[in-house]
């Protein structure tokens, strides 16, 4: 029987069609993406290549680099979590709510642990509901906004005054003068990284992903694994919502509105394939300061921010188009 479990996930991982010329396009174009945008960046603008801008956009990315890790993952694995940021604002004010209580780093580690345990519910719901997972998870986020309001009664949550400053600590400059919101969003992207491309758990991701009838059959729990990639995912959106709260200063239950779609962006503009099995954390990582640039570019060339929606959908739509061409020339 063990030997069976064991044999499952390299079974139904070597069953993945073999790579072609194309695949290398769909692997790196997002790479050939940034760093033209950052040399065009730096070529029109005097500003962008300065220290302060550039901290500043790895600050500004590593809300949307967080849930886009979460993103990625679920994606990876065959589902969508539009809960994402509706998970982040219910653990944000759980952590000011908390905080006020126990302590602010209290509070931070109460933040987590909620977000991990409504991924665990995201995932238990969208896995014993059968439901598919963009209709699951979007019903799941209204109750989870509604939480929030219900716990907030619609008012914003501030820790205690004599808590303020502790509670801003994610915004304090760090390692490299970087903010400790992108040294913990760098830390959990490695993390993550790891997490998929060296265990078991991130082969039987991609094995889930890419044919979850053919893992069933090998002996994958693929509920177990969905479970656990919502529950991931719940975790980065605490992490999100607690860089935002200590931005912030506070709390509410509107807070990230629309981000969960940001994240998924991200996830399918840095290559991760909506179709699930194919992908990697660093994609979404990538997507995510992409998507940062685009927006810190359109403020330094001085652009209308009207049209920046229009040029991320557009981007969006992109970027679907050529993973379902390249899709269709490597098989």
């Known amino acids: 029987m063990s030997t069976s479990t064991t044999a499952a996930p390299t079974s139904a991982v070597s069953a993945r069609?073999?790579?072609?010329p194309g695949v290398k396009v769909r692997d790196y174009g997002i790479l050939v993406a940034l760093v033209a945008i950052v040399v065009a960046l730096?070529?029109?603008?005097?500003?962008?290549?300065?220290?302060?801008?550039?901290?500043?956009?790895l600050d500004q990315a590593s809300v949307v680099g967080l849930l886009a890790i979460g993103a990625t993952i679920c994606i990876i694995s065959g589902v969508f979590d539009l809960t994402a940021s509706a998970t982040l604002a219910v653990s944000a004010i759980v952590g000011v709510t908390v905080g006020q209580e126990v302590g602010?780093?209290?509070?931070?580690?109460?933040?987590?642990?909620?977000?991990?345990?409504?991924?665990?519910?995201?995932?238990?719901i969208v896995v014993k509901s059968r439901v598919n997972s963009f209709i699951g998870t979007l019903a799941t986020s209204i109750i989870y906004r509604g939480m929030a309001v219900v716990i907030t009664?619609?008012?914003?949550?501030?820790p205690l005054a004599d808590q303020a400053e502790q509670f801003s600590?994610?915004?304090?400059?760090?390692?490299?003068?970087?903010?400790?919101?992108?040294?913990?969003?760098?830390?959990?992207?490695?993390?993550?990284?790891?997490?998929?491309?060296?265990?078991?758990?991130?082969r039987r991701l991609y094995a889930v992903g890419g044919n979850?009838?053919?893992?069933?059959?090998?002996?994958?729990?693929?509920?177990?694994?969905?479970?656990?990639?919502?529950?991931?995912?719940?975790v980065c959106a605490s992490l999100a919502g607690l860089i935002l709260a200590s931005r912030a200063g506070s709390a509410q239950s509107a807070m990230a509105t629309g981000y969960d779609l940001n994240a998924i962006a991200a996830a399918v503009i840095g290559g991760t394939s909506i179709l699930g099995g194919e992908g990697a954390v660093w994609r979404g990582v990538v997507g995510a300061l992409l998507l940062t640039l685009i927006g810190n570019g359109f403020n330094?060339?001085?652009?209308d921010t009207t049209y920046l929606q229009v040029t991320t959908g557009g981007l969006i739509l992109l970027a679907v188009t050529v993973d379902g061409v390249l899709r269709r020339r490597a098989r």
């Open 104 to 124: 602010v780093v209290g509070g931070f580690a109460a933040a987590v642990v909620a977000g991990s345990l409504l991924g665990l519910l995201t995932g238990t």
């Open 42 to 57: 730096s070529l029109s603008t005097d500003t962008f290549l300065t220290r302060q801008n550039l901290v500043n956009l």
């Open 153 to 158: 009664a619609g008012a914003i949550a501030y």
């Open 17 to 20: 069609p073999r790579p072609r």
């Open 169 to 202: 600590m994610l915004t304090w400059p760090s390692l490299f003068g970087l903010t400790s919101a992108t040294v913990m969003f760098v830390v959990v992207a490695v993390a993550a990284a790891l997490l998929v491309s060296s265990t078991t758990f991130g």
């Open 212 to 234: 979850a009838e053919a893992a069933r059959l090998s002996g994958i729990r693929t509920d177990r694994v969905h479970i656990a990639a919502y529950t991931i995912s719940g």
């Open 300 to 303: 330094l060339l001085g652009w």
